[in-house]
Structure formats: C-alpha cells, structure tokens
C-alpha cells in the first residue's frame, strides 16, 4: 500500500510516494506559490496511492491542496494530535509548525534521539528532540535565500544573486561579499544557536540538517553530524503508517 506524502512548505511543496518499506521512485515539486486547482489535476497521472498525509505550512495552499487529494482516498493532515510516536512537552502544540513535527519524527526515527534536526527552507528551524522522545521545542531563524531576497529588494543597489560557497571573506565584488555574508553568516549563526542549544539541552544530542540550503551550509560545519535531505519526507511517511494504514 502506497501513500503519496506531501510537504507544503512557503518555497517548495513537495510530493513523493512511500510505502511501509520506504520512499518510491515517484517523486515531483512545484513551487508553493504555483498550486492551484489547475495545476493539481495534472501532477499525479500515474501515481498510484491509498491516501494522501499532508503536512502544510501554507492553510491557503492546504486547502487546495486537500480538496484535490481528497478524489483520490483519505487525506490525513498532519497536526500535533496525529499519532507520531513523539511525546510533546510544549505549551501550545497547536503552533508547532507541521513540518516540524515532521522533521522531529524523521529525525528520531533514522538518527535517533536525543537530537537538534536544522531545517534550512524559506525559515531555518531548529527542533529538539529529548531522549524520551519528545519534541520540545526550538528556534525560528529567517532562511538564507528569504534574506537574499530581502537585500535585494529593499536597496537600489544589491543584485538577487545565486547562492554558493564564496571565495574569500574578503569580498572583492558585491556579489561575493554578498556571498560571505549569506553563507560565512548563517554558518556562525548555526554555530551559535547549536551551541546554546546543546548546553539547555545537555548530553549529546545527534544533529542532522535537511531542506534547500543545508548542503551549502553544512558543508562547512564540523557541528552538523549529517545532511539527510529526504528527512522530512521520511517523517512524513512514518506518519502516514501511523495514521493511514
Ligand atoms: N530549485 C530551487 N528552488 C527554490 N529554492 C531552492 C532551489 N534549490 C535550492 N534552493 C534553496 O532552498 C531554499 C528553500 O528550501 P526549501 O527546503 O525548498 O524551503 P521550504 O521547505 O520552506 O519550501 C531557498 O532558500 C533556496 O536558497
Ligand atoms: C517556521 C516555518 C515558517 C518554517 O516553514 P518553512 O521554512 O519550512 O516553509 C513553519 O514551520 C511555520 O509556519 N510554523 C508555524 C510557527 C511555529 O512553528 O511555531
Ligand atoms: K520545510
């Protein structure tokens, strides 16, 4: 029994086919600004699914999304009171975003807990996962290419420039100061919050990056134990065999 899995993030919303055994060949993404109707209509020929576990971020985009999926069986939304073999110790589950409770059953369930899984999307997040496990709780950072875009837009003079690993500190064009400052920036901010992070937390958590950046940033940062770029398909798929089969 396969199910499809969807990840509507602000960026990227994207869906792969998963079965109990792992994920399938099947995969695809569309921008998140793109989903409409229309659009969805045409995605999915081919793809054969039981039921559809949705985890959004994005509620306009979710409910396009869900009244399109629902034609094709039973579409569970991913939310704190899914069954996620997590405990969560927060005080207002109902904020935690969806992709994070993903990105925390990914991560306890490939690398175990306890762990710090680094999601480097339009936001960059932070999770936490005791030992128990449980979720409980992290940091919210604006993502690298949401800052690109902002010094874009908001000066005369700064170009939108492609993301990749700068030359020198010592930028010799705008361009490439721009690139130490993205890329040499949001390292030391990773570094910082990690470690802040592991001395509330203590013992020795496992700590994992995923999402669009995360190779680039990673790369530099003995910190970061391992780059898993499927992990929140990966929870994704957990759920649905906790909540559709
Ligand atoms: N093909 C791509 N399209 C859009 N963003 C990309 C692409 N490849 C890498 N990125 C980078 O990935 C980031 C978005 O990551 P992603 O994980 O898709 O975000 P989200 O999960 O929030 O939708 C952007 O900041 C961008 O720098
Ligand atoms: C923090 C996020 C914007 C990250 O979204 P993403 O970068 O994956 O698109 C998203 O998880 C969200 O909207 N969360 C709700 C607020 C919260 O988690 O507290
Ligand atoms: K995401």
Not at 65 to 85: E, F, I, N, Q
Not at 100 to 116: F, K, Q, S
Not at 154 to 178: D, F, H, N, W, Y
Request: net charge negative; aromatic share 6%; with cysteine.
């Amino acid at each position: 029994m396969a199910w499809l899995l969807v990840d509507n993030s602000n960026t990227r919303t994207k869906f792969a086919l998963g079965d109990a055994g792992g994920l399938l060949e099947a995969r695809t993404w569309i921008p998140t600004a793109e989903i409409s109707a229309a659009v969805l209509e045409t995605k999915f020929a081919g793809w054969e699914f039981e039921g559809t576990l949705l985890c959004s971020v994005v509620p306009e985009k979710a409910r396009i999304l869900r009244d399109h999926l629902v034609k094709h069986g039973p579409v569970h939304p991913l939310t704190w009171k899914s069954a996620m073999g997590l405990e969560i110790d927060y005080p207002n589950p109902e904020q935690i975003g969806a992709d994070r409770l993903a990105n925390a059953i990914g991560v306890t369930a490939r690398h175990g807990a306890p762990a710090i899984v680094i999601d480097f999307g339009t936001a960059v997040t932070f999770d936490v996962v005791s030992a128990g496990p449980a979720y409980c709780g992290g940091v919210i950072a604006p993502g690298l290419g949401a800052m690109q875009d902002y010094l874009g837009k908001r000066t005369a003079l700064l170009p939108q420039i492609e993301l990749e690993e700068p030359a020198s500190a010592i930028g010799k064009s705008t361009v490439e100061a721009m690139r130490a400052g993205a890329v040499f920036g949001y390292r030391g901010l990773v570094r910082e919050i990690v470690a802040k992070l592991r001395i509330e937390m203590g013992g020795n958590p496992v700590i994992v990056a995923t999402g669009g950046d995360a190779g680039l940033i990673a790369r530099g940062l003995p910190e970061i134990g391992a780059v898993d770029p499927d992990l929140t398909l990966e929870g994704l798929r957990l759920a649905a065999l906790m909540n559709l089969a």
